[in-house]
């Protein structure tokens, strides 16, 4: 695949040495003088000096050939307009965003950037998992940010201890996938599975629905 | 007509005190207070810090009241993605975009936003003075 990078910082440059290894065809975008001829001495004759946002700049590395163009600058917006002017002036099939303000995964959807990646959300997720019993630790998100797979805990003093499964109503769209107790190992939860204290509920749910499952499951 | 201004630098400065004079209700958008010194002493719009793209500072500036915004910042990104939040996810009737690059500025009125690139109309000008 030839893929254009666009920001050679710290996320770039590793992202393409990765690219380079796994045999693509990979050109970086970089305004900054010095730091591209870091990036040439690293990496080879695979860098350009330019703004990555600019058609002409675009043009110049053959964007139109492109089969992907990821846009990692330390800034959100920067990354947005590049994938955009990929998409609606070189017709890049696959553009995807690195986004700093979680809150801007909607609006880069909406736009049609075809991915986004949090590093923010990613690091939350990474905090989340490794304080001890946190309540809800997002696992994952669904390829249209919509769906999430989260890990709900019940506390030893929920409610919902020796309360089946199948006795909670769960809004639509919403599904435990996995049960993981701590005597029973994991079981693919049926109509009897029964709820007991510290088991870990893999869940699949719309990201609003969020914060009213965990009450119902949790029972708090 | 209810108008958010984000930038305060000469041309948003000078846009919202010829707005708040006819009377309309202007919020002005700086992420630098400083740049405030801009407005006139009689100004009785809304001054208010605050970055553009952020969603909670759009909510405090009224931007689900807005009947217009404009973006008036020297970065171009950043009024286009401005632009592009007021319209697809608060709504806003109308939105103006300032962008410097008349090819972005092509662009993005294809894909909707009503742009104004100064640079082919300022270099317009400049060569009606100089060749008359």
Known sequence: MYIVV??????????????????HEVLILEQNPARCDWLA?????????????????????????????V??????????????????????????????????EKIFRILGVDATVSSTDIILAHIEQELPLHPLVRLMKLKSGELEVVEIWIPPDSESIGKKLSSF???????????ISKNKGIQIPSDDTVLEADDKLVTVMHTESEDSIRALLTGK | MNAIIMGCGRVGAQLA?????????????DVEPFSFKK???????????????????????????????????????????????????????????????????DMYRELGLLTVSPTKVVAELLKEKVVG
Not at chain 1, 48 to 69: K, Q
């Open chain 1, 71 to 104: 846009a990692v600058t330390d800034g959100d917006e920067d990354n947005l307009i590049s994938c955009q002017v990929a998409k609606h002036m070189f017709n890049v099939p696959r553009t995807i965003a690195r986004i700093r303000n979680p809150n801007n």
């Open chain 1, 41 to 69: 001495e690293e990496l080879g004759g695979i860098i350009y000096r330019g703004d990555g946002c600019e058609a002409a700049t675009l043009d110049c590395v053959g964007t139109g050939r492109a089969d992907m163009l």
């Open chain 2, 17 to 29: 005190t010829m707005l708040d004079a006819e009377g309309h209700k202007i919020t002005i958008l």
């Open chain 1, 6 to 23: 666009v920001g050679g910082g710290e996320v770039g440059y590793h992202l393409s040495k990765i690219l380079l290894n796994d045999g």
């Open chain 2, 39 to 105: 407005l006139p002493a009689d100004f009785k719009g809304t001054a208010m810090v605050g970055n553009g793209l952020d969603y909670d500072s759009l909510k405090r500036a009224g931007i689900e009241e807005a009947d217009v915004f404009i973006s008036a910042t020297p970065g171009d990104n950043r009024n286009v993605m401005a632009c592009q939040i007021a319209k697809h996810i608060y709504n806003v009737p109308k939105v103006v975009c300032r962008i410097y690059d008349p090819i972005r500025a």
């Open chain 1, 169 to 179: 109503h769960m809004p639509k769209g919403a599904a435990v996938l996995l049960v």
